[in-house]
């Protein structure tokens, strides 16, 4: 048989701690760019009087490796690898909010507004200083509950930056946990490229624990997180199966 691409990868916490909801994530939601379960055995030697061993016996195995995919989903994050409080709404960083100065400027979500992230010129780009005057000098600024109050003599227009809450989205709050707080999750992938009957060749691995998230942002690519994992036997004793139609 030959394969070809990633394959089809579903996730689904199934044990250790868990959500109120523990959902299953199918592919489509992953965006899957590479898989790979790597599996090793210890061997252990006996070794006498000669150059080679007498014997070599397989010791302890390991089922191990990682994946990578192309979707940001922090809720499927906590599904297999935090477990941890998740709540909707969310902060958001406003970035360069434009205002003409003036002495006192209120930014637009004042009422919402969390935590001052600096302001800066618009003409050349440089950050201004806080002080805690309610009466700044040029270059400086002072701002109380979302209302930055500058210095009368500034021209021109102020980018402002700053934090407020939202009632969209999600907030998953990692907390400090216990030692050996976690989920457990159940790894499937499909390899669809040699299909029978419309039936895939497979991997399933009973129980897994993510031992990594990665995620590195750059300039000019998509943000690729990166999940390492861990499988293991479950309870009765199973740690994984493999599926074969195509010879």
């Known amino acids: ?55 070599v016996a397989p010791g302890t195995k390991k089922v191990s490796g990682k994946f990578t995919i192309g979707r940001i989903d922090i809720g499927m994050f906590n599904q297999i690898f935090f477990a941890d409080e998740q709540s909707s709404g969310m902060k958001s960083i406003l970035a360069d909010e434009v205002h003409p100065f003036s002495g006192s400027v209120p930014v637009t979500n004042l009422a919402t507004f969390l935590t001052d992230l600096g302001p800066r010129y618009q003409a050349n780009g440089k950050a201004m200083i806080r002080t805690t005057s309610l009466t700044p000098g040029l270059g400086y600024y002072s701002v109380t509950a979302g209302t930055y109050t500058f210095n009368a003599g500034e021209t021109g227009n102020v980018l402002i930056s700053y934090v407020y809450s939202t009632i969209q989205g999600l907030t998953v709050s990692l907390n400090n946990q216990l030692m050996g707080y976690g989920p457990i999750f159940e ?33 000019v690519d998509y943000d690729k997180p990166e999940i390492d994992y861990m499988a293991f036997a479950n309870a009765a004793g199973n740690v994984g199966e493999f599926f074969q139609i195509a010879a």
């Open 1 to 55: 048989m030959f394969q070809f691409g990633s394959g089809r990868l579903f996730l689904n916490p199934v044990g250790g701690n868990l959500l109120t909801n523990p959902s299953p994530t199918p592919y489509a939601a992953l965006t899957v760019q590479d898989v790979s379960v790597d599996i090793s055995v210890d061997l252990k030697e006996l070794i006498g009087f000669n150059q080679y061993p007498d014997d």
């Open 187 to 219: 790894l499937w992938l499909a390899e669809a490229y040699q299909m029978v009957n419309n039936i895939p060749n497979g991997i399933h691995l009973y129980a897994c624990r993510a031992s990594k998230l990665g995620q590195a942002l750059k300039n």
